[in-house]
């Protein structure tokens, strides 16, 4: 461990981002714990009482003036404190307010350095272009995509909600750590998310790393304790992995959130994965199919070894870069590479710039789907490549270890991860599981070449 770790939260006014000694024999989660008890009483004259962590709750919710079922009261009232007590004189707040997608926080001015911004959830949500005023989807594949897209899609309506929880939520760990950030990844904030979809959240709570298998759990314990009291938040439970999460859900919202600590590159791969998704408006409907076809055969779920949703969106983004001509997408981080740059600050990640590619290619959602399925049935070698979406390729194996990522983890599925390099695809580690993956888009894509009817894929699991 570093002998000096530095924190994005301060104990004392006027010691922005300080450095804390820390001794070596003591873990990162041990002086979160101090903070965690010492910064509320420090606060308490500046925070009203009920966002303390522990018996502030209480206290709140026993207020007389609120009826019994107040759940939807206390958010509102925090986020009613949230949007109205910012301050005046910032030049961020007057000058460079971001648009709603940009990176998630819960202030509507842009902070310094030194600390997370947070976004006022008010704004209107940047959507994908829409199809092109001449598209007609005569195809009947095309026609099932485009149907099942605009039923089950995330709304505006349930992005703003997941943007007010996370304001609540941000709110309630700020009395503990001023100046942590909250940030939404995965589905919900790339775009590919669903009606369905669970909530993915990072805290982020120091510029340096947390380790995953020792302090991250002991972190979200803490935050297990603190959220105890909110009544709006059901049934948490830390889960250990490789990057440990505590689940709970919203009884508002009716979300299922799951928070991780100090994931800095899901925050990334989020940024790239909502860009991908505002290049081309097919892409959208395209990652939510291709889920559900994957879903319903059970080759979708990393902890059966199967393929995660991040990495299916991997594989389409590679087929629509390499194995269309012309191809519909680019490679985002060789095109834009400033933007895209893994030194850069996540703070200064922004979600509402615009993407100047405009693609030849002029084929169907129908025609992409049964092309992915043809590619990675009859011309990706599964056993001897590796996608590379960064550089908008395919490498042999032997080539990639050797010029390229010599640490790389192999496993029957080899999808570089854009930013830290490691294989996305590491849950594919049984090779006869594997086998059976292989067989479901070998099947179907006979079967929906046969029959040009989606309905084929989903009589019964291949």
């Known amino acids: 461990m570093m002998n000096n770790r530095r924190l994005y939260y301060q104990g004392q006014h006027g010691y922005y981002n300080s450095h804390v000694p820390c001794n070596p024999t003591v ?133 703003k909600q997941k943007l007010q929880l996370r304001d609540v939520l941000f709110k309630i760990f700020q009395s503990c750590m001023p100046n942590c950030g909250l940030y939404i990844v995965g589905s919900t904030m790339s775009g590919f998310g669903t009606m369905k979809s669970d909530m993915d959240m990072c805290l982020m709570i120091t510029e340096d790393g947390v380790d995953q298998k020792r302090e991250a759990p002991e972190i979200l314990y803490l935050i297990q304790k603190a959220l105890y009291k909110c009544s709006f938040v059901r049934e948490s439970t830390v889960i250990r992995a490789k990057v440990p999460i505590l689940r709970f859900n919203d009884l508002i919202s009716k979300a299922q959130v799951d928070l991780n600590v100090n994931n800095g590159v899901g925050i990334r791969n989020t940024h790239l994965l909502k860009y991908y998704c505002m290049t081309d408006w097919r892409v959208r409907p395209l990652v939510l199919y291709i889920k559900k076809w994957a879903r319903f055969h059970d080759i979708n779920d990393a902890s059966k070894a199967t393929i995660s949703s991040y990495s299916l969106c991997l594989m389409l ?12 997408l680019p490679s985002l981080q060789e095109l834009y590479p400033e933007r895209f740059d893994g030194t850069l600050d996540i703070r200064e990640l922004k979600f509402d710039d615009t993407i100047s590619y405009k693609s030849d290619n002029g084929q169907s959602v129908g ?23 960064r550089e908008g390729r395919r490498y ?38 594997f086998n059976r993956v292989k067989r479901v888009f070998k099947k179907s894509y006979q079967e929906l070449q046969k029959k040009k009817d989606v309905r084929c894929l989903f009589n019964q699991p291949f």
């Open 317 to 328: 983004i590679h087929y629509l870069q390499y194995a269309c001509s012309p191809p519909v």
């Open 396 to 433: 042999s194996l032997d080539d990639y270890m050797r010029f390229k990522n010599e640490n790389f983890q192999l496993q029957p599925l080899c999808i570089e991860e854009p930013f830290d390099l490691s294989n996305t695809a590491r849950s594919c580690h049984d090779k006869n599981i």
């Open 27 to 159: 873990r990162f989660s041990q002086m979160v714990q101090q903070q965690y008890a010492f910064v509320p009483a420090q606060h308490q004259y500046h925070q009203p009482n009920f966002l303390s962590f522990d018996n502030g709750w209480q206290s709140f919710q026993g207020n007389s003036g609120y009826p019994q079922d107040h759940r939807e009261t206390i958010r509102q009232d925090i986020l009613s404190q949230l949007h109205h007590k910012q301050p005046s004189s910032s030049v961020g707040h007057q000058n460079r307010k971001r648009h709603a997608d940009s990176l998630p926080s819960s202030s509507s001015s842009k902070k310094s350095k030194g600390s997370h911004s947070v976004e006022s959830s008010s704004a209107v949500i940047k959507d994908v272009p829409r199809p092109p005023s001449g598209y007609n989807p005569m195809h009947s594949i095309t026609e099932a995509i485009i149907r099942y897209f605009l039923e089950n899609h995330q709304t505006d309506k349930a992005y």
């Open 367 to 389: 025609e992409l789907f049964l092309g992915f399925l043809a590619y990675y049935s009859n011309k990706y070698r599964f056993e001897e490549d590796c996608i590379c979406i």
